[in-house]
C-alpha cells in the first residue's frame, strides 16, 4: 500500500465559516499530506461539506487560513482560479452540463481555462473516460446516461484539469445502490494511484478500503480523527460511538 | 493514533457570532443592499434618481393646477354604469349586494378560520408607515432641495407623523413581543378591522368636488362623498362582514365541504341572476305565461322525466342510445324543416343534451337524483329563457343598458363562461386521437390565436350582420361577447390542454380497466384533475381577459375607457361656458388606476392560490 | 394462425358496434354539422350581398386608390395594393422598432429584478407590475394624450433646435438616412455579413487547433467593418447590375397571369405528391410496405385534398394572383431606378428641416430631413414597447433563475472565470428557456400594434379599414387581414418551434 508523502499541500488553521449569522465551522484545523486520501463522515448538518467547500472557496470563510499547496486563499480573484484549477470538485447532483456532450463537458475547463488545443483535450478526454470506464458514450448527452455514468462522466471532468487535489462531495449519495459501486470503484483506482483526496461520503466500506485517515464532524467541529481501524473498531468520542452505532 | 476534538461542553456551548456584526441596523442594511461596492452605489443613485423625479412628476401632475379631477369625481356614476336610470340604481346595488353577501360566504369557506402571523402584520404596517414617509419626502417641500412641491407642507408634515406613528406602533408591538412565541390573529379580525377601516375611510374621505359658482367660474373645493354613496357601501361593507359571520356559524354546524358545494353552484347561478332578472328587469307577460308557456315547461319536464327513464335504463343500453340519437334528431329538426323558434326548441336543445350525456352518469340507485336533477335544470333553463325573451320594464334604450365598469365585468366574465365549455371541447378534440377532431381543433385555434383581437371585434362589429338571416338585429354587446366567447376559447383550449397533458396516461389506463366508458373516463376521472392543474393559467387568462375589454372601445361600446375618451371630454354645461372638454389624461389615469387595482388584486390571489395549490412547484 | 382468422371471420363484429366505423361515423358527422353551419352563415352572406353594397371581390387591390395616406414611404398609393403595402410596411416598421427597444429594455428589467441592490430590485418589479397589469390601449392613448401636451411646433421649437425637436406634431431628429446608392450599398453590407461568418469559422478552427485564442469576434466584426466601409466608396461598381434587375421587370410584367397561376398550381399538387411520398416512405418497413391504418388512409387522402384545393383556388383568386405579378414587377422596376445612382455616399448624416408657411410663419410642419416619429407612431411604439418591454423582463428573470445552482458552482470549482462561466455555462442554459417565450412576446408586440387604429397609426388594420369604406369591401378585407396576420403567426410559431427542436436539450 502507498504510503502519504511528506508534504502538508492543505492546510487549514482555526477555520469557521457563517451562513447569516449561524456558524457552521467552528474552528476547524488540520493538515493534509500529498496522496493522503482523507474521509469525513458524520450526521447531516454538522459541516463536513462546507469545509470541503470552503477548501476551493465555494464557501468563503470568514475566520482562520485555508492554505492550498503554498497559495493561501484570500479574496484575491487570481489566487482564487489558480487553485480552483488545481483541486478538482465532484458533487453529489453530478452538476453536469446538460447542454453539452459528455465530450465537450469534460474539455471545456481544459480548453478555456487551460488553453489546451482542442484535438489534444480531447484525446486526453477520451482517455479519461476509458479510465473511469464509459468511453462509448462520449458523443451522448448526459442526461442520457444512468446517474452512475454521469458521476463518473463528474470524475473525468475534474481528471481533466489535472488536479493535484480532487475534492469529494458526497458523491455517491444520489444514486441508486446498483450504481454505487461502479462510482466507488473509480475512486478507489484513483485513490490506489496516489491521488490526494478529500472524500465526504456514507459509505463505510470505501473508508475501510482506502483511507489513510478518517475524521468525524459533529456541530462544526473535528471530533476525532484516526486510521479506519482503529476509528470503526474503537470510537472515543461518545457521538462518534452513537454515529457509528447507527450507520454499522 | 487517534486524536480527540471537543467534548460535550464545548459542542453544546452556544457558537459564536459572526465577525463582522450582524445586528441589522438600518445602515448596516443600507451598506449592505444599496452601498456594497462602487457599482452598486451608482445603482442605487441613478434609481433613486429616477425614482424621485417620476414620484414628482406624477404628483406634479395629479396635484397641479391643470387637471380637472371634477371630471372624474363629478362622473362617477357614468363610469361605473353609465347610461342605467338613477332611479333604477337600487338594482345596481342589489346586484353588489348579492356580490358581497357571496363573497363574504366564500372568505367563510376558505381559510375562514386561518391565522395571520402578526409579526408579518406588523412588517407590512412598517413598510406602509416608511412609504408613506418617503412619499410625503419626496413630493412635499423639502428644505434645500426644492422648495416649490405638489404636496403642501400641512399635507407633508401629516403624512410623516402618520408613517411614523404606524412604523413605531410596529416597531412597539415587534419589541414587546420578542420573547413571547409567534402571536396570530385570526381571518375574523382582521376583516373586521378593514370594514371599519373602510367605512371609517369612506366617511372622511374628501375629493375635489366641481362647483360653478353664479358667473359660472369652475372652482374644485374638497367636499365629503355624496350620501348616496356613503350609505350603500356602507351597507356593503356590513353585509360582506355579516354573511362571513353567518358562514363561520354555518362552516361550525355542516362543516366546509357543504357550504363550498352550495357557493360554486351560488356563484354560477349568481350571473345570469344578476344580468338578465335583476339588472334587465324583464316585464314578463304573465298572461301568456299562465296560458302557454307554463304548459310547455310541464310538458317537457314530465315528458323528459319518462324519456329519462327509458334512455337511461341500464338493462337496454341499445335503445336508450337510439332514444338520445332521437332528441338530437329533433332537436336539429326544429331548425328545419320544422322553423320551430322560442321555448319549445331551446327547450328541446337542452333535452337533447341532457339526454346524451345522462345515461353515462345514471345507475340504478341514483334513478331518484338524476330525475330531480332534470326537473331543476328545466325549471331553471325555462325560467332565464322566458326572462331573456321578453322586453326590459326599464325605459332606456338597448345600446345603454349596460356600460362602464359594470359591464366590463360583465362581458368578460359573461365571455369566459360562455367560452369555457367550447374551450373544453376544443381541448378534448385536439388531445383526441381522430384525425378530424384533432384537425378541427388545430385549425380553430391556430386561426384564432393567429389574428389579434382587435381584428375579431371589427369583424364582429361590421360582418356579423351578413352571417346571420336578414332581418335579425344584434346590438354592440352581444356581438362582441359573441366576438369574445370564440376568441378566448381559443386561449382557454391551450390552457386546458397543459393541464389535460399534465394528466398522466396511467390516470386513463386505469379507468379503463375498471371499464369506464370513453366518455366517463373524460368527464370523471381526465377532467377534473386537468381542470385543477390548470387554475393558475385560468386566472391568468381572466386577468388578461379583464384587460381585454378594453379593446371594445375601439368599435364604439361604451366601457370604462370610451367613457372616459369620448363621453366624458365631451360633456358640456348647459347656459355655462365650463366643459371637461380636454379632460382626456386625468380620466385615463384614474380608468387605469380602477384597471390595475383589479388585474393586480387577481394576480396576487392566484399567486397565493398557486403556492396553496402547489401546481407551480412541479 | 389459420385458425385464428377463421375465428375472426365467424365472430365479426356488426357495423354498428365496430370501433373503426363508429370513429369515421362520429367524425364525419361531425364535419357534416360544421360544412352545414358554413353553409347556412355563407348562405345568409349571399342573401344579404344581393343589392348590397360590398361585393366580395379583390378587385379593388389593382385599382387606383383615390386617397390620401398619413403616413408611410408614399401617402399617395396608385393602388389599392400599394396602399396596403404602406400599412403593412408601416406595421412591420413599430413591430421591429417596438422588438429592438422592448428587448433592450427588458433585459435590463430582467436582471434589475435579480439585483442585489434592492432599490434597483424594487424599482424594476414596480415597473413590471405597474406596466403589465393596465391595458395596452389604455397605455397607448395616455401616450398620446400625453404627447398632444407638448408644445405646439415653431421655427425655433426645442430641446436641441436643429438636432432634436418634440412637439404636439411629433419628434424629429438628427440621424444616418440611406440616400442614393443605398440598395447598391446594401450588397456590400451582405457580403460583410456572410464573410464575417467564414472568418470566425475559420478562428475558431485555428483556435480549436493551437488552443491559442484566437480574437474570432474582433476578427468577424472587423471583416464585416472592412467590407461594408469598403462598400461605402465604391458602392457605384454594382451599378451594371440594374441590366439584370430591368430584365427581371420586364420578365414579371410581361409574364401571363395564367401562366404563373398554372406555375403556383403545379407548385401545390407536387407539394402535396411529394408529402404524400414521404409519409409511405416514413411507413415502410426495412420487409417492404407497411400495411397502412386508416387514420394513415386519411392521413394521405385529406394531403391530396389540401393540394387539390390549393391549385385550384389560386385559379379562382386571379386578382391575388395579378397584384403579386405587380409587385415583383415594382420591386425589381424599384431596384433598377435605384442602381441608376451616381458615386457619392449611400448612407448621411441628415437633420431635421422644418417647412415655415403662412404670412407671419405661423403654420409650421416638418419637412424632409432627419428621422420624423408621428405623434401616432410614438403612441403605439411607446406603448407596445413598455407593455412588452414588462413580460420580457419577467420571461428573462424567470430564464436566469431556471439554471440551477450547481451548474455554477461546477463552473467555478474547475477555475472558470465568471465571464467564461456565464458566456460558457449559464446564459447558454438560459437562453433555452428565455428564447420560446421571448419569441411569443414578440409576436404579441407584432399582432398589438393593431390596437394602432385606436391612435390614428396607419398599419395593416388602419389602412384596410379606410381600403373597405373607399373602394374595397369588409368581408375581402378581413380575408386579407386574416391572411397577413395567420402567415405572420405562422411563420413565427414555426421559428419558435424550430429553435425549440435545435435547441432542446437531450435527453432520454
Redesign the interface.
Not at chain 2, 457558537?15 to 463582522?20: A, G, V
Not at chain 2, 390565436?449 to 389579434?452: E, I, K, N, Y
Given at each position: 500500500m502507498k504510503q502519504p508523502g511528506a508534504k502538508d499541500i492543505i492546510i487549514a488553521e482555526d477555520v469557521k465559516v457563517w451562513f447569516d449569522d449561524f456558524q457552521a465551522l467552528r474552528g476547524v484545523t488540520t493538515t493534509v499530506k500529498e496522496q493522503e486520501v482523507v474521509v469525513l463522515i458524520g450526521p447531516s448538518g454538522s459541516g463536513k461539506s462546507t469545509f470541503i467547500r470552503a477548501l476551493n472557496r465555494l464557501e468563503k470563510h470568514q475566520a482562520g487560513r485555508v492554505i492550498i499547496d503554498g497559495i493561501e486563499l484570500t479574496d484575491e480573484t487570481e489566487n482564487i482560479e489558480a487553485i480552483r484549477s488545481e483541486v478538482g470538485m465532484v458533487f453529489q447532483q453530478f452538476n453536469l452540463y446538460p447542454h453539452l456532450t459528455v465530450l465537450e463537458n469534460i474539455t471545456l475547463a481544459p480548453i478555456w481555462v487551460r488553453k489546451t488545443a482542442r484535438a489534444a483535450a480531447e484525446d486526453q478526454a477520451i482517455a479519461l473516460l476509458e479510465r473511469v470506464g464509459i468511453p462509448e458514450q462520449a458523443t451522448k448527452y448526459p442526461l442520457q446516461l444512468s446517474g452512475g455514468q454521469q458521476q463518473r462522466v463528474a470524475i473525468a471532468r475534474s481528471l481533466a484539469m489535472d488536479p493535484k487535489i480532487m475534492l469529494f462531495d458526497e458523491p455517491t449519495s444520489a444514486l441508486d445502490p446498483e450504481m454505487i459501486s461502479e462510482v466507488l470503484d473509480v475512486m478507489v483506482e484513483l485513490a490506489q494511484s496516489g491521488m490526494t483526496m478529500v472524500v465526504v461520503t456514507h459509505e463505510m466500506q470505501f473508508a475501510r478500503a482506502v483511507a489513510d485517515r478518517v475524521v468525524f464532524m459533529d456541530a462544526g467541529f473535528f471530533l476525532e480523527e484516526g486510521n479506519p481501524e482503529e476509528f470503526f473498531r474503537n470510537a472515543q468520542h461518545p457521538r462518534s460511538k452513537e454515529f457509528l452505532s447507527h450507520i454499522l | 493514533?487517534?486524536?480527540?476534538?471537543?467534548t460535550?461542553s464545548?459542542?453544546d456551548a452556544e457558537?459564536?457570532?459572526?465577525?463582522?456584526k450582524?445586528a441589522i441596523g438600518a445602515f448596516d442594511w443600507m451598506r449592505k443592499?444599496?452601498f456594497?461596492s462602487v457599482f452598486?452605489t451608482t445603482?442605487?443613485v441613478i434609481?433613486?434618481l429616477?425614482?424621485v423625479f417620476v414620484t414628482r412628476g406624477i404628483a406634479g401632475f395629479i396635484f397641479g393646477d391643470r387637471p380637472k379631477w371634477g371630471s372624474v369625481t363629478e362622473n362617477m356614476r357614468l363610469y361605473m354604469t353609465f347610461g342605467y336610470p338613477p332611479e333604477q340604481i337600487f338594482r345596481v346595488w342589489l346586484s353588489v349586494g348579492i356580490v358581497f353577501a357571496l363573497f363574504g360566504l366564500t372568505l367563510a369557506a376558505w381559510g375562514g378560520g386561518n391565522r395571520v402571523s402578526a409579526n408579518r402584520l406588523a412588517s407590512s404596517v412598517t413598510k406602509l408607515g416608511g412609504t408613506l414617509v418617503a412619499l410625503a419626502l419626496v413630493t412635499g417641500p423639502f428644505p434645500i432641495l426644492w422648495d416649490d412641491a405638489p404636496l403642501s407642507l400641512r399635507a407633508e408634515i401629516i403624512m410623516v407623523v402618520i408613517g411614523f406613528a404606524l412604523g413605531g406602533l410596529a416597531m412597539f408591538h415587534k419589541a414587546r413581543t420578542e420573547e413571547q412565541p409567534e402571536r396570530t390573529i385570526s381571518r375574523t379580525g382582521i376583516l373586521a378591522g378593514s370594514v371599519v377601516f373602510f367605512i371609517a375611510f369612506i366617511w372622511l374621505l374628501q375629493v375635489p368636488t366641481p362647483m360653478l359658482d353664479a358667473d359660472g367660474v369652475y372652482s374644485e373645493p374638497l367636499a365629503p362623498l355624496a350620501t348616496t354613496t356613503t350609505w350603500p357601501w356602507t351597507l356593503m361593507a356590513v353585509i360582506m362582514m355579516v354573511f362571513f359571520l353567518l358562514g363561520g356559524v354555518f362552516v361550525d354546524r355542516r362543516g366546509e365541504e357543504r357550504l363550498r358545494s352550495v357557493l360554486v353552484a351560488s356563484w354560477l347561478f349568481s350571473y345570469p341572476l344578476i344580468v338578465f332578472v335583476i339588472l334587465r328587469a324583464p316585464d314578463i307577460d304573465w298572461n301568456q305565461f299562465w296560458t302557454r308557456d307554463i304548459w310547455i315547461v310541464l310538458g317537457f319536464v314530465v315528458g323528459g322525466g319518462l324519456l329519462l327513464l327509458l334512455v337511461a335504463d341500464p338493462e337496454r343500453p341499445e335503445r336508450g342510445r337510439i332514444l338520445s340519437l332521437g332528441t338530437v334528431v329533433l332537436a336539429i329538426a326544429m331548425f328545419w324543416p320544422l322553423s320551430i323558434g322560442g321555448l319549445p326548441r331551446n327547450l328541446m336543445i337542452v333535452t337533447a343534451i341532457y339526454m346524451l350525456v345522462a345515461p353515462s352518469f345514471a345507475a340504478k340507485g341514483a334513478m331518484k337524483r338524476t330525475l330531480a336533477n332534470w326537473v331543476a335544470v328545466v325549471l331553471i333553463a325555462s325560467f332565464f329563457m322566458i326572462a331573456m325573451d321578453t322586453e326590459m320594464i326599464l325605459q332606456i334604450s338597448k345600446e345603454s343598458f349596460l356600460g362602464g365598469l359594470a359591464l366590463t365585468i360583465i362581458l368578460a366574465l359573461g365571455a369566459l363562461g360562455l367560452a369555457f365549455p367550447l374551450a373544453i371541447l376544443v381541448a378534448l378534440g385536439r388531445q383526441s386521437r381522430?384525425?378530424?377532431?384533432r384537425?378541427?381543433s388545430i385549425g380553430y385555434v391556430?386561426?384564432i390565436?393567429?389574428?389579434?383581437l382587435?381584428?375579431w371585434l371589427?369583424?364582429a362589429i361590421?360582418?356579423f350582420?351578413?352571417?346571420?338571416?336578414?332581418g335579425v338585429e344584434l346590438d354592440k354587446v352581444i356581438r362582441v361577447l359573441v366576438a369574445f366567447t370564440i376568441f378566448w376559447a381559443a386561449y382557454l383550449a391551450e390552457n386546458i390542454r397543459g393541464g389535460l397533458q399534465a394528466v398522466g396516461k396511467g390516470q386513463t389506463e386505469a379507468a379503463e380497466a375498471l371499464g369506464m366508458t370513453a366518455f366517463q373516463t373524460t368527464t370523471l376521472i381526465v377532467l377534473p384533475q386537468a381542470l385543477r392543474l390548470v387554475i393558475p393559467p385560468i386566472v391568468g387568462q381572466v386577468?388578461t381577459s379583464f384587460?381585454?375589454t378594453?379593446?371594445v372601445?375601439?368599435v364604439g361600446v361604451f366601457e370604462l375607457?370610451n367613457i372616459a375618451?369620448r363621453s366624458i371630454p365631451a360633456q358640456t354645461v348647459p347656459t355655462s361656458n365650463f366643459t371637461f372638454i380636454g379632460t382626456?389624461?386625468e380620466n385615463?389615469?384614474f380608468?387605469?388606476m380602477v384597471?390595475?387595482v383589479f388585474?393586480?388584486t387577481m394576480?396576487r390571489s392566484s399567486l397565493r392560490l398557486e403556492e396553496k395549490l402547489g401546481v407551480g412547484k412541479r | 394462425m389459420t385458425a385464428k382468422t377463421r375465428d375472426a371471420d365467424t365472430t365479426r363484429v356488426p357495423l354498428w358496434r365496430n370501433v373503426t366505423v363508429l370513429k369515421w361515423l362520429a367524425q364525419i358527422a361531425t364535419v357534416a354539422v360544421v360544412v352545414l353551419l358554413f353553409m347556412w352563415l355563407f348562405g345568409n352572406f349571399s342573401a344579404n350581398q344581393e343589392g348590397g353594397t360590398s361585393p366580395f371581390s379583390f378587385r379593388f387591390l389593382n385599382e387606383p386608390a383615390g386617397f390620401q395616406l398619413g403616413e408611410g414611404f408614399t401617402l399617395t398609393p396608385e393602388s389599392g395594393a400599394q396602399a396596403l403595402m404602406v400599412g403593412i410596411v408601416n406595421t412591420f416598421k413599430v413591430a421591429l422598432l417596438g422588438i429592438l427597444m422592448a428587448t433592450l429594455l427588458g433585459v435590463i428589467v430582467g436582471i434589475s429584478r435579480l439585483s442585489s441592490n434592492w432599490l434597483v430590485a424594487k424599482f424594476a418589479t414596480s415597473y413590471v407590475e405597474f406596466l403589465r397589469n393596465i391595458p395596452l390601449l389604455v397605455q397607448m392613448v395616455f401616450w398620446l394624450a400625453l404627447l398632444t401636451l407638448l408644445g405646439k411646433l415653431t421655427a425655433d421649437t426645442g430641446p436641441i433646435p436643429g438636432f432634436l425637436i418634440t412637439s404636439s406634431k411629433g419628434v424629429a431628429f438628427a440621424f444616418v438616412v440611406p440616400a442614393e446608392g443605398f440598395f447598391q450599398w446594401l450588397l456590400f453590407v451582405v457580403a460583410g455579413i456572410v464573410a464575417a461568418r467564414y472568418v470566425k469559422r475559420w478562428r475558431r478552427r485555428l483556435r480549436d487547433e493551437t488552443g491559442n485564442e484566437t480574437h474570432e469576434l474582433s476578427w468577424a466584426l472587423g471583416t464585416f467593418v472592412a467590407i461594408a466601409g469598403v462598400g461605402l466608396a465604391i458602392h457605384p461598381l454594382v451599378g451594371p447590375l440594374r441590366h439584370l434587375w430591368g430584365a427581371l421587370e420586364s420578365f414579371f410584367v410581361g409574364l401571363p397571369v395564367i401562366v404563373f397561376q398554372v406555375v403556383l398550381a403545379v407548385v401545390a399538387l407536387l407539394a402535396a405528391a411529394l408529402w404524400i411520398r414521404r409519409f409511405l416512405a416514413s411507413l415502410r418497413t426495412p420487409a417492404g410496405m407497411a400495411k397502412l391504418t386508416d387514420d394513415d388512409y386519411y392521413r394521405i387522402v385529406f394531403a391530396g385534398a389540401v393540394g387539390v384545393v390549393g391549385a385550384v383556388a389560386v385559379f379562382m383568386l386571379d386578382e391575388v394572383a395579378q397584384t403579386l405579378l405587380n409587385g415583383a414587377a415594382n420591386v425589381f422596376g424599384g431596384l433598377e431606378s435605384a442602381y441608376h445612382a451616381a458615386a457619392g455616399w449611400p448612407i448621411v448624416w441628415s437633420q431635421p428641416v422644418l417647412n415655415i408657411a403662412g404670412d407671419q410663419g405661423q403654420f409650421v410642419t416638418y419637412g424632409d430631413g432627419g428621422v420624423v416619429f408621428t405623434p401616432a407612431f410614438l403612441g403605439v411604439f411607446i406603448g407596445v414597447t413598455l407593455y412588452t418591454s414588462a413580460f420580457i423582463g419577467e420571461a428573462v428573470r424567470a430564464g436566469i433563475l431556471s439554471v440551477p445552482k450547481g451548474q455554477t458552482e461546477a463552473g467555478l470549482a474547475s477555475g472558470l472565470t465568471r465571464t467564461q462561466l456565464l458566456r460558457l455555462v449559464v446564459l447558454p442554459q438560459a437562453f433555452r428557456v428565455i428564447i420560446p417565450p421571448v419569441g411569443n412576446q414578440y409576436l404579441n408586440l407584432a399582432k398589438n400594434t393593431s390596437l394602432g387604429i385606436a391612435v390614428g397609426y396607419l398599419e395593416i388594420v388602419g389602412v384596410g379599414q379606410i381600403l373597405a369604406a373607399k373602394i374595397g369591401s369588409r368581408a375581402s378585407m378581413a380575408v386579407i387581414w386574416m391572411g397577413f396576420y395567420l402567415a405572420m403567426s405562422l411563420t413565427f410559431s414555426a421559428m419558435i418551434n424550430w429553435y425549440n427542436r435545435r435547441s432542446l436539450i437531450v435527453e432520454r
Open positions: - | 493514533m487517534t486524536s480527540l476534538g471537543p460535550e464545548v459542542l457558537r459564536e457570532s459572526p465577525p463582522q450582524v443592499h444599496l456594497s452598486n445603482l442605487t434609481a433613486l429616477i425614482a381522430m384525425p378530424i377532431f384537425q378541427l391556430e386561426l390565436r393567429g389574428v389579434p382587435i381584428v371589427i369583424m361590421g360582418l350582420g351578413f352571417f346571420v338571416p336578414t386577468i384587460k381585454d378594453s379593446l372601445a375601439i375607457l375618451i382626456v389624461s385615463l389615469l380608468v387605469a384597471y390595475w388585474t393586480y394576480s | -
